[in-house]
């Protein structure tokens, strides 16, 4: 797999993503929540997904705070969505916005690290419903506002065990695996025939509670903070990297 850097020393101009509406999953923590930020202190609307209600008005205050665009909250359990919360996330992001600029798939779980031979079934199931069953779902109920779009931006989150499997990561790796693929296909599939660029992105080992989870013996802020590879989001999601798509990018 040919994998691409992000521009060195990239920056974002301030007014990168004026005038944009831009759909983050996961934004009530992490990665996610510093993503939404970032959108917004560059001009975008930024729709926040997650399951927990608080963590995403915590997001929104923090928005408003800064002086960005009023967001929107849209409470999303992506470990039961199905068709029909699929289909209505995207009425009421069409019946406010009426397009979508952007789309941030950030939103996963971490599941076991244990051997194939030793995995849960359930455990298994959650992790692909989480993963790899929701983004399917969502893109493709959304992907009518992402082509009402001049220049809209789909950006998959993927990691390092989604390009080469290790021992032990289980259900994550192969997830993230299917996420490069399902990127892959539907940039192939737009390429030709939509303005939208489809494009996957790891961020590498960042100071997060899925990597603490993952890696319990590291020191955390041996890490980068969520904020420090915001460029890398912002550059995927940005004009800047207009006519880009089926690459897959590492933040650093």
Same mark, same amino acid.
């Not at 209505?88 to 244990?114: C, K, Y």
């Not at 290790?166 to 693929?181: D, L, M, P, Q």
């Given at each position: 797999?040919?994998?691409?850097?992000?521009?060195?020393?990239?920056?974002?101009?301030?007014?990168?993503?004026?005038?944009?509406?831009?759909?983050?999953?996961?934004?009530?923590?992490?990665?996610?929540?510093?993503?939404? *930020?970032?959108? =917004?202190?560059?001009? /975008?609307? +930024? !729709?926040? #997904?997650?399951?927990? @209600?608080?963590?995403?008005?915590?997001? &929104?205050?923090?928005?408003?705070?800064?002086?960005?665009?009023?967001?929107?909250?849209?409470?999303?359990?992506?470990?039961?969505?199905?068709?029909?919360?699929?289909?209505?996330?995207?009425?009421?992001?069409?019946?406010?916005?009426?397009?979508?600029?952007?789309?941030?798939?950030?939103?996963?779980?971490?599941?076991?690290?244990?051997?194939?031979?030793?995995?849960?079934?359930?455990?298994?199931?959650?992790?692909?419903?989480?993963?790899?069953?929701?983004?399917?779902?969502?893109?493709?109920?959304?992907?009518? *506002?992402?082509? =009402?779009?001049?220049? /809209?931006? +789909? !950006?998959? #989150?993927?990691?390092? @065990?989604?390009?080469?499997?290790?021992? &032990?990561?289980?259900?994550?790796?192969?997830?993230?695996?299917?996420?490069?693929?399902?990127?892959?296909?539907?940039?192939?599939?737009?390429?030709?025939?939509?303005?939208?660029?489809?494009?996957?992105?790891?961020?590498?080992?960042?100071?997060?509670?899925?990597?603490?989870?993952?890696?319990?013996?590291?020191?955390?802020?041996?890490?980068?903070?969520?904020?420090?590879?915001?460029?890398?989001?912002?550059?995927?999601?940005?004009?800047?990297?207009?006519?880009?798509?089926?690459?897959?990018?590492?933040?650093?």
């Amino acid at each position: 797999m040919d994998v691409q850097t992000v521009p060195y020393n990239y920056t974002a101009a301030p007014d990168l993503l004026t005038d944009r509406t831009v759909l983050v999953t996961g934004a009530g923590d992490g990665i996610g929540r510093a993503a939404a *930020l970032a959108y =917004a202190a560059h001009g /975008a609307t +930024v !729709i926040l #997904t997650g399951r927990t @209600v608080e963590k995403l008005e915590a997001t &929104y205050d923090a928005i408003e705070s800064a002086g960005g665009a009023q967001p929107a909250i849209v409470p999303l359990d992506l470990a039961t969505a199905g068709e029909e919360e699929a289909a209505q996330l995207a009425a009421a992001i069409g019946g406010t916005f009426q397009r979508l600029d952007g789309l941030l798939h950030n939103a996963s779980i971490l599941g076991e690290r244990r051997p194939l031979a030793s995995a849960s079934w359930k455990t298994w199931q959650d992790v692909m419903q989480v993963n790899v069953n929701s983004q399917f779902l969502l893109t493709r109920a959304l992907l009518p *506002l992402l082509e =009402a779009s001049s220049n /809209a931006s +789909v !950006i998959f #989150t993927s990691s390092g @065990v989604g390009r080469r499997g290790r021992a &032990y990561w289980g259900a994550y790796a192969v997830s993230k695996f299917a996420t490069e693929g399902l990127m892959q296909v539907l940039a192939d599939e737009l390429e030709n025939t939509s303005d939208i660029r489809v494009n996957s992105l790891n961020p590498g080992a960042t100071n997060t509670a899925m990597r603490r989870a993952a890696y319990p013996g590291e020191v955390p802020t041996d890490n980068p903070s969520p904020e420090a590879i915001m460029p890398a989001y912002l550059y995927l999601m940005g004009d800047d990297s207009a006519g880009i798509t089926g690459t897959a990018f590492n933040a650093r």
